[in-house]
DNA sequence: GTTGAAAGGTTATTACG
DNA sequence: CGTAATAACCTTTCAAC
């Protein structure tokens, strides 16, 4: 279902979807042709899920990322999927996985400043279903491409 | 610098970066060509910092996701630094955060299996200067599109 | 300095072998 | 899949704001 080209045009795309073809071919080494129909074909099965700009959090006034371990009062199916929407739909919160261990959540959150995140915590964490949480203030990006490794199965 | 129609066009590009000038303008408010001549401003001046397809991990046979908070044994900067280039070449660590509070880093993994798991904690965490480290498993990624709010200063 | 419109050059897409 | 023709797009120019 995906061979080695694949692979290899994934890889590149996941460094750069803005290359031409003929860039791709270059390093997939086939046509400029057959890298797009390929590009296209894995859109359309799901693979490929999106193709965005990355933004620089610190160049639009946000220089402050945190992760925040989220412990929930107890692991009621409705509560949980309640707060899951709101993490959806709060812009701050960049990354919210569901997770089994000594916390409920982890988010990945980008803020402006302190008091922003104060704010938001008085917002979203007061729920009477949120336990308590832990904060984790970021001092350096040191990896942040999210890129999947693919190889050839 | 950055003004009401920077703020649309960067919110567009963020969902999606492969739409068309003409596509941009009708959400931005703007002509195609002024759409595009400021999304290349914006990458020049580092805004935008890269642009990228995303791939879904479990496509590509990484249907295993996990948060490892990672504890140092002592902060020394010489240890801190060689520890961050080894996780910014492992193919598997989809982000890497130095951070404060209880863990001195934060790591996404992406994973086949749990023997993968395996292989990579005692390739990885069997390091002296490493005091122990915590996993929680991913049962759920709640939302993981890692955009930006960008609103006018 | 930035815009919109049109020209010109480049790129993606499609048909065919 | 690759080649080549077609269609779509991006880029640049330029006049006007």
Not at 75 to 98: G, H, I, N, T
Not at 104 to 110: G, K, N, Q, Y
């Amino acid at each position: 279902m995906i061979d080695g080209f694949d692979a290899k045009l994934l890889a590149a795309l996941q460094r750069d979807n803005q290359q031409t073809g003929a860039q791709l071919a270059e390093k997939v080494g086939l046509s400029s042709a057959a890298c797009l129909r390929r590009a296209q074909r894995l859109r359309e099965e799901g693979v490929i899920v999106a193709d965005v700009s990355v933004v620089a959090p610190e160049k639009v006034g946000r220089g402050l990322t945190m992760i925040v371990l989220v412990e929930m009062e107890r692991d009621q199916a409705e509560l949980l999927e309640s707060f899951k929407a709101r993490m959806r739909a709060a812009p701050e919160v960049m990354q919210c996985w569901y997770v089994t261990g000594r916390a409920d959540f982890v988010l990945t959150l980008t803020m402006r400043d302190m008091a922003d995140y104060q704010a938001f915590t008085t917002r979203h964490f007061a729920d009477p279903n949120v336990r308590g949480y832990e904060t984790l203030v970021s001092m350096d990006a040191v990896k942040r491409t999210g890129a999947t490794p693919v190889s050839i199965d």
